[in-house]
């Protein structure tokens, strides 16, 4: 199947520091790309969707201009979470489609983010 | 608005045991339901998926039928395996499941030889 790989898997970080999480398709060119977090104890919570080459679409109660998504070419993603605080520490997961996935989803293996 | 109500985990299980692990749903209109699996230090496969009311998924060993009647989609596995030890996510969404899902808060599940 296909492969998207996210990276770091884990990230440690001070308050007020910006993070970068990439997301990348392998195999695939990834036309969508969603941004999900999930809170401990938690559901997985989509952020937003991105499509190559246009803006994001962010879910209501999602701050736009903390977490930064460019989606500029048809493999990679990132997700720039600017002026971390703790109460950011979560896990991130990207996934993605494409024309060639047969409208399946191929996810990332997801990123911890912890801010001190 | 769509949600998704998962059995509360951990699940933990010796080699071999009966699996079922709850979901049900609340939405409007008639969306796809599917289970995805996460492996140790992997991303989310999809396990199976049902597209509507009584449609049974099913995939290596594991099941789980749509139930308008009662709106539920509990997944189920006769005899576990330890390699079967993971987190499991029920999710609905549109038909082909390659957009937006909502997600249930996953459930571990460890099962020890």
């Known amino acids: 199947g296909a492969v998207v790989s996210q990276h770091p898997s884990r990230v440690i970080c001070k308050s007020g520091t910006s993070v970068k999480i990439e997301c990348r398709s392998l195999d695939f060119q990834a036309t969508t790309m969603f941004w999900y977090r999930q809170f401990p104890k938690q559901s997985l919570m989509l952020m937003a969707t991105?499509?190559?080459?246009?803006?994001?679409?962010?879910e209501q109660g999602v701050e736009k201009d903390k977490f930064l998504i460019n989606h500029a070419s048809l493999t990679l993603s990132t997700l720039t979470v600017t002026s971390a605080h703790p109460e950011d520490s979560s896990f991130y997961i990207c996934?993605?489609?494409?024309?060639?996935?047969?409208?399946?989803?191929?996810f990332g293996s997801g990123t911890q983010l912890s801010v001190l | 608005g769509n949600s998704v109500t998962q059995m509360e985990g951990p699940v933990t299980l010796s080699e071999e045991a009966f699996l079922t692990i709850n979901c049900t749903y609340t939405?409007?209109?008639?969306?796809?339901l599917f289970w995805y699996v996460q492996y140790p230090g992997e991303g989310l496969q999809l396990l199976l998926k049902a597209t509507k009311a009584d449609d049974k998924g099913s995939n290596k060993g594991f099941e789980a039928t749509y139930r308008k009647e009662t709106t539920s989609f509990h997944l189920e596995k006769g005899s576990v395996q330890v390699s079967d030890s993971a987190v499991y996510f029920c999710?609905?969404?549109?038909?082909?499941?390659?957009?937006?899902?909502?997600f249930g808060k996953g459930t571990k599940l460890t099962v020890n030889p």
């Open positions: 996934s993605a489609n494409g024309a060639t996935t047969n409208e399946k989803l191929f």
């Open positions: 991105s499509n190559e080459g246009s803006k994001a679409t962010y």
């Open positions: 939405a409007t209109g008639y969306p796809s």
């Open positions: 999710a609905l969404g549109p038909l082909g499941g390659s957009e937006k899902l909502v």
